[in-house]
């Protein structure tokens, strides 16, 4: 009985994130977009798709997939469990770190600072946060 309850979860669950991805995609206004004819460098197209919803998105659905996965692997027994829980603990602490950084990143620039002082803010609390685990780990031990 426990495993209808799984299951019925993870299909709850995964309606949630087509209904969030749903509201995302018409949430845009698609009436102002208007295409572009010239030809734009490589960095031009990357900051283009880094500020695209559609980009966000599949980044997140993979994201929760790939989590997913990782965790159905675990519990199965088709993988070996402290390979992939590693895996799945450093995309983790990536994950959190890049969210760290470009919080402290956007605040920095929302106050005015220039973009070389937000990259130095953004890198100064990854190192903090670092040191910290450290000390944690070392006075633990």
Same mark, same amino acid.
């Not at 799945?88 to 605040?107: D, I, K, N, P």
């Not at 937000?118 to 685990?133: R, W």
């Given at each position: *009985?426990?495993?209808?309850?799984?299951?019925?979860?993870?299909?709850?669950?995964?309606?949630?994130?087509?209904?969030?991805?749903?509201?995302?995609?018409?949430?845009?206004?698609?009436?102002?977009?208007?295409?572009?004819?010239?030809?734009?460098?490589?960095?031009? /197209?990357?900051?283009?798709?880094?500020?695209?919803?559609?980009?966000?998105?599949a980044v997140f659905v993979?994201?929760?997939? @790939?989590? $997913?996965? $990782?965790?159905?692997?675990?519990?199965?027994?088709?993988?070996? /469990?402290?390979?992939?829980?590693? /895996?799945?603990? @450093?995309?983790?602490?990536?994950?959190?770190?890049?969210?760290v950084f470009l919080g402290?990143?956007?605040?920095?620039?929302?106050?005015?600072?220039?973009?070389? *002082?937000?990259? /130095?803010? $953004?890198?100064?609390?990854?190192a903090v946060l670092l040191?910290?685990?450290?000390?944690?780990?070392?006075?633990?031990?």
């Amino acid at each position: *009985m426990a495993q209808l309850g799984y299951l019925a979860s993870t299909l709850l669950m995964g309606l949630l994130v087509v209904l969030i991805g749903g509201a995302m995609v018409r949430g845009r206004d698609w009436r102002k977009y208007a295409p572009t004819r010239e030809s734009e460098s490589a960095a031009d /197209a990357l900051v283009r798709l880094a500020r695209s919803p559609g980009t966000w998105i599949a980044v997140f659905v993979l994201l929760v997939f @790939g989590f $997913g996965g $990782g965790i159905f692997l675990i519990l199965t027994g088709a993988a070996d /469990a402290a390979t992939v829980g590693l /895996a799945l603990a @450093g995309a983790f602490l990536v994950v959190l770190a890049g969210y760290v950084f470009l919080g402290t990143y956007a605040s920095a620039r929302h106050r005015g600072r220039p973009t070389s *002082m937000a990259v /130095a803010e $953004g890198v100064t609390i990854i190192a903090v946060l670092l040191i910290v685990v450290v000390a944690v780990r070392l006075v633990l031990a």
